[in-house]
């Protein structure tokens, strides 16, 4: 296999990119300088190297607590749950949210094969058990089946706890994605949030 058929498999391994997409980057990237692809190289390098898990709320950052987890201008008192990184960033720039975040880094998938321990469902149950300051924790799934799954699993998971469940408001769109939610819609989910239990 030559190096540009090597670079487009190894691109379509990644989510959302088919075969004609990796062929449009390969190319491009074989036009360009050797600088930029060396600083791509790097950059993904970097990544792979710099960037770890939060050991609080699973998060990626660059240090073992992320900015986050360690501003003490963040209401501990609650914690938004979301599928992936980018949805935390999402809300982030929504500016309706001052808690701190719990990342699953996925959601319950019985047709994939991805149950509850194949996400960080534990880390968040022992996150509980350690912090009694946490009183609310705001489920922000997807609203997806897997996402409305996901959420009813931490709805029976949490039953018991002295802690308030509430889910994010269904002004997103079901089948939509929070990362692609504009701001002002992901501001009044956050806004009126409700109650939601097993």
Known sequence: MNPL????KELTKLPGIGEKTANRLAYNISKREKGDALALANAI???KERILFCKV?????EKEVCDTCSDQKRDKSVICIV???Q???AIERSESFNGTYHVLHGRISPLDGIGPDQIKIKELLDRLKRDHRIKELVVA????????ATALYLAIATK?????????????PFGGDIEYIDKSTLARAMEFRSAFRA
């Open 5 to 8: 058929e090597k670079l487009i």
């Open 45 to 47: 390098f970097d990544v």
């Open 57 to 61: 709320c699973c998060n990626l950052s």
């Open 83 to 85: 599928e992936e990184p």
């Open 87 to 89: 949805d935390a960033t």
């Open 141 to 148: 799934t997807n609203p997806t089946t897997e996402g409305e």
């Open 160 to 172: 018991g706890l002295d802690v308030k469940l509430t889910r994010i408001a269904f002004g997103i």
